[in-house]
């Protein structure tokens, strides 16, 4: 498994990856390989990632001549083993490939860091400073980074990710949890948050109260009847018909649905459909919901 770097004639953002054989086990999805020919650092896990933005439009070439799309980018920091210590090394603009199923170490953008990476003696080691910022180990041909263990990973994140891990607590709260050392071996890599928090904002929408109707509740079928009207639809039905009506009573909640192969259809059919009504159980229609609501589906 390696990546080959992009064409440097091309003025694609897109990156390219060269994927080879390799055996498909959870060592290698949660692994991190050291690939001397990636064009960019790449990341399937979501869950890795610190600060975070959406991309749309840029892929990764695979050697098949294939392409993945990328989710996003962002900044991964990693917890790696060296000399028996555990340590962090920040990735910077990480590709997010979800469909990708393993992650890549590029050693060409750690080297456009000023990063220093040499391979020998099945040992890849990587300075930054002329200090050892992290190693990794070859196994079945495969340089994986010597990455701290699991439960060590998930426990270090950003403030912005616990807030989402803790179902969205206010940002204040997850803070306090930190300070007064609330839950047992929490640790905070970035306090780093997003200025808006989307989900928060439609949690903390309020909809103003429907305003009541004069009468009160309908006590009786076909005191109050509803009429819709849905469409046009993407593809027309085995009759030709590309939209919908609707016909409901608010006391039952009875509702005839008709199919329209035009729009102006409804009106016939609503005083077909309505006089049937007042045959069938003998009550006048006393107030008709004639405002037609238009969906159109795609």
Sequence with gaps: MAAIAADDSSDSDDAICLVGNAADSDEISKSWLVDSAASAHMCWMRGCFDDYHTTTGRNVTMGHKGSVATAGVGTVVLNVIVHGKTRKIKLETVLHVPTMGFNLMSVGMMEERGAEVSFKDDKT?????????????????LYHMDMAPLSDIAAVASLQL?????????????????KNNDIDGLKC???AVKDVCEPCVYGKAAIAPMPSAGGGRVTKRLQLVHSALGGPMSEPSRGGALYFGTFSDNFSRWTDVVFLQKKIDL?????????????????????????IRHFWLH
Aim: with cysteine; charged share 30%.
């Design 125 to 141: 080691i990587i300075k930054i400073s002329d200090k050892v910022a992290a190693c990794g180990t070859r196994k079945t041909g």
């Design 162 to 178: 616990w807030h989402e891990r803790l179902g969205r607590v206010n940002v204040a709260g997850v803070k306090r949890m930190f």
């Design 189 to 191: 890599s970035s306090m």
């Design 267 to 291: 009106l016939s059919e609503k005083k077909k459909r309505l006089t049937k009504a007042q045959l069938h159980t003998g009550i006048k229609i006393k107030i008709r919901g004639f405002g």
